[in-house]
């Protein structure tokens, strides 16, 4: 069945959502991202998407308390990115924040085999941020676009205990335009390499989600989809959309 994570990104503290990745296109929709959190598990969440925008700049954690007491209030199962650069990190965030999935792009780009010896040492642990525009790998936060394109980034990562990939298509990012034909596309194709598969960027109606249902019913490797933007608007409802997955 395909997981609905609620996204719910950090920046100084609040809860934000970023158009296109742009720190300079935020929208803050609560002052407090634990009571937020809360609300998503009320209505039926099992997982929460966490993003430290302050740790992706910073290049290490820089929200660690707010979410130490998300994972405290809620009781779920979290993933976080933003800043997960070295094992030091790694081992911290899992062991002493309780981090259930630490999400790590820019030094999986930049160094593989060191995210492969990662992955190795904490396995299933681990998911490899693939943040993408035009389908080229972008890093630092989506400040910088590399020259290395998404299927090519992940096909160095296939047979790693991998927890998930999870691809974003930055281009459609908080712009509450839907996900596009070619992002299907990589979703499925990232699927079929029989890699675990997190779609990200785009899901903003319930039309979304049942593309993307459709797709995991071919390709069981498609396991989630996260939505940020559309929950706080509206367009999605939490709770019906985890009952339409689940139905």
Known sequence: MLQLLPAIDLLGGKCVRLRQGNYDDSTVFSDDPVEMAVRWKDEGAARLH???????????????????????????????????????TIRHMLQEVGVDRLIVGTKALREPDWFIAMCEAF??????????RNSMVATDGWLEVSGVSVLALAQKFVGVPLAAVIYTNIANDGMMQGIDQQTL???????????????????????????????????PNLIGAITGRAIYEGTIKVREAIDFLAG
């Open 123 to 132: 396995p299933n642990c681990l998911a490899l941020g693939l943040d993408a």
């Open 185 to 219: 596309n990589d979703f499925r194709m990232l699927a079929d390499m029989g890699l675990p598969v997190i779609a990200s960027g785009g899901v903003t109606t319930m039309d979304d989600l049942a593309a993307l249902n459709a797709i995991a019913a071919e390709c």
């Open 50 to 88: 966490l993003v430290d925008l302050d740790g992706a700049k910073a290049g290490r954690p820089m929200n660690q308390e707010v979410v130490a007491r998300i994972i405290r209030e809620t009781g779920l199962p979290c993933q976080l990115g933003g800043g997960i650069r070295t094992e030091e």
